[in-house]
């Protein structure tokens, strides 16, 4: 991030859970694949680690692994 650092502000990213009037709960991020898309260089090569890591990180918290 120090030769990029007007990145940073993305990174760590965040999720939002959140629950509705009728008891459904929903995660929502930022579309991480398609800021990958658009990234220079290095920094998309790490965004695309993060998106893996995330996946992983929300498949247990879903109980999906």
């Known amino acids: 991030v120090n030769d990029n650092a007007i990145?940073?502000?993305f990174l760590p990213c965040t999720w939002a859970v959140y629950e509705d009037m009728?008891?459904?709960?929903?995660?929502a991020?930022?579309?991480?694949?398609?800021?990958?898309?658009?990234?220079p260089g290095v920094l998309?090569?790490?965004?695309?680690?993060v998106i893996r890591e995330e996946d992983e990180m929300l498949k247990k918290a879903t109980g999906q692994d």
């Open 7 to 9: 990145w940073s502000a």
């Open 22 to 27: 009728d008891g459904q709960v929903y995660i």
């Open 29 to 39: 991020e930022m579309n991480l694949p398609l800021m990958a898309m658009v990234m």
């Open 44 to 49: 998309g090569r790490v965004l695309k680690e």
